[in-house]
């Protein structure tokens, strides 16, 4: 491996690992092989597309030295994007929703990143008053009122970005592909962006089209509703079947699955518990999510013998201070 000169070089090439303890325990007669993505320097699946949307823009003269980097999530793709712009030398802000973690404003700030609330920057606010909360609404409303008069910047925009499917039918997809050599027969994954889903898939049905994709959208019970206005969701995770078009991000490719898994949050939570006890690995929500999702595919009569592959986000670590790991939270 010799020696790496920037964390850039270490983003990607993230290893499979058969759940071998868990087939076990479970009798499992498919292979559950999940994809690591904690492995990346950053510690999740985003360090890729953060990368890729840096390197983007720095190809087609979106990004300069002396730039701002903008982006308006405080998840993993902020973190990916303040670590990527610090190493680089680029100034990096986000604007972060109110409720998030104090964890997640310190690490923006370590790597030398400004956070702003979204309360406190008044075009937002107002949109997100007048729209019930509608944040690709208050976004625009951002890109266009705010961010579009300002010099010097570059919006990110993950949820309009072509390079975050892009890099995961650059390096997600041939990398499952060459490690399995070719034997995958299901590929599962989230959906926030659909980044993931949509790049790799992409791929993998390219290399061969009988390869089955299985998306996966929150429960019912896991979204926000009247009756419970404020469930534990699966972070990072978004509908997107069933909600108006404008809602989707257009990094979604609604063509590209072949199958919508519902996953309540609380299952999730069982499945990366279990995951942590059968085989050592401590990841995040929706990887608890994808792997319920695999198990349960697996646990078809008419999968004996496959192989699935899913993708597992990023690390339990991050979540630490939420229900993941609280047993008694059941
Ligand atoms: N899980 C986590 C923890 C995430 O941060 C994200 C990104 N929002 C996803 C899953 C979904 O990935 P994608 O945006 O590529 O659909």
Known sequence: MGINRSIAELVGKTPLLELTGLEKKLGLEAKVIVKLEYFNPN???KDRIALAMIEEAEKNGDLKPGYTVVETTS???GIGLAAIAAAKGYKFRVYIQDQVSEERFQVIHAFGGETIKLS???VVAKVLAETNGDFVAAIKALKEQVLDKEENIFFVDQCSNPANPGVHERTTGPEIWNDTDGNVDILVANVGTGGT???T???LKRK???IKVVAIQPGPDSLP???????EEITGVHPFDGIPAERIPSTMNLNIYDEKFEVETIDAYKAARAAAKSDGILVGTSSGAAIHTAVEL???PENKGKTIVAVLPDTGLRYLSTNLFNEDFN
């Open 43 to 45: 510690q999740s699946v």
């Open 75 to 77: 998840g993993n793709t």
């Open 120 to 122: 406190e920057e008044p």
């Open 197 to 199: 889903v949509s790049g």
């Open 201 to 203: 898939g992409k791929y």
């Open 208 to 210: 061969n089209p009988d």
């Open 225 to 231: 509703s009247e009756a419970n206005p404020a469930p």
């Open 298 to 300: 697996a646990k078809r």
